[in-house]
């Protein structure tokens, strides 16, 4: 029984670093800034939040980290409003639902920025390089990792979350693949 609460309180630890390890952040406009291929400006003359509805609705991804026991799922829930887009992160094992984030798309300072507050911690802001009707790409170079967050509509019901950034062993990229439900 001892060695079971003490797996289990490993288990949680890791989760929980895991969590801060992925969304762990710092922040420099300047630095995005200079690494975008088209002006903002122009993406905000082009796009709007109202480009994202189809993020609209609740996402489950049983795929990233199924090999862990108990198996681990992810989840994120968006609702549209007319000025922004507000989301939550939850982590699934078991049955046990966690909030691990929360998310927000909207227009700060005349750009369209994702902004993650994970576990209730500083908020980390992404800003827009890219949309399009069924992919957007969100960027911030100077946070450890992710630096880049994609979403990729593939399907009518299913879509892509793909993180990605350098580490000091080399780039790393978790692709979530995410498919609609109800919740």
């Given at each position: 029984?001892?060695?079971?609460?003490?797996?289990?309180?490993?288990?949680?630890?890791?989760?929980?670093?895991?969590?801060?390890?992925?969304?762990?952040?710092?922040?420099?406009?300047?630095?995005?800034?200079?690494?975008?291929?088209?002006?903002?400006?122009?993406?905000?003359?082009?796009?709007?939040?109202?480009?994202?509805?189809?993020?609209?609705?609740?996402?489950?991804?049983?795929?990233?980290?199924?090999?862990?026991?108990?198996?681990?799922?992810?989840?994120?829930?968006?609702?549209?409003?007319?000025?922004?887009?507000?989301?939550?992160?939850?982590?699934?094992?078991?049955?046990?639902?966690?909030?691990?984030?929360?998310?927000?798309?909207?227009?700060?300072n005349g750009e369209i920025k994702y902004i993650a507050r994970p576990g209730?911690?500083?908020?980390?802001?992404?800003?827009?390089?890219?949309?399009?009707?069924?992919?957007?790409v969100f960027e911030n170079l100077v946070n450890d990792f992710p630096q880049?967050?994609?979403?990729?509509?593939?399907?009518?019901?299913?879509?892509?979350v793909i993180i990605s950034g350098l580490r000091p062993e080399g780039e790393?990229?978790?692709?979530?693949?995410?498919?609609?439900?109800?919740?």
């Amino acid at each position: 029984m001892k060695s079971i609460d003490k797996e289990q309180m490993i288990n949680k630890i890791l989760y929980i670093l895991l969590v801060f390890f992925v969304l762990s952040c710092s922040h420099n406009s300047e630095a995005n800034k200079e690494h975008l291929d088209v002006e903002i400006d122009q993406l905000d003359e082009i796009y709007s939040i109202d480009n994202l509805r189809w993020l609209e609705g609740a996402w489950l991804d049983s795929t990233a980290f199924s090999f862990r026991t108990p198996k681990v799922s992810f989840m994120e829930k968006w609702k549209y409003y007319p000025d922004s887009i507000s989301g939550k992160g939850f982590s699934i094992k078991g049955n046990d639902t966690t909030i691990t984030s929360a998310l927000c798309i909207r227009e700060v300072n005349g750009e369209i920025k994702y902004i993650a507050r994970p576990g209730g911690e500083a908020m980390i802001p992404f800003s827009l390089i890219f949309m399009s009707d069924s992919e957007v790409v969100f960027e911030n170079l100077v946070n450890d990792f992710p630096q880049k967050i994609r979403y990729v509509k593939t399907s009518k019901d299913s879509l892509q979350v793909i993180i990605s950034g350098l580490r000091p062993e080399g780039e790393r990229t978790v692709t979530f693949k995410m498919r609609s439900v109800s919740f």
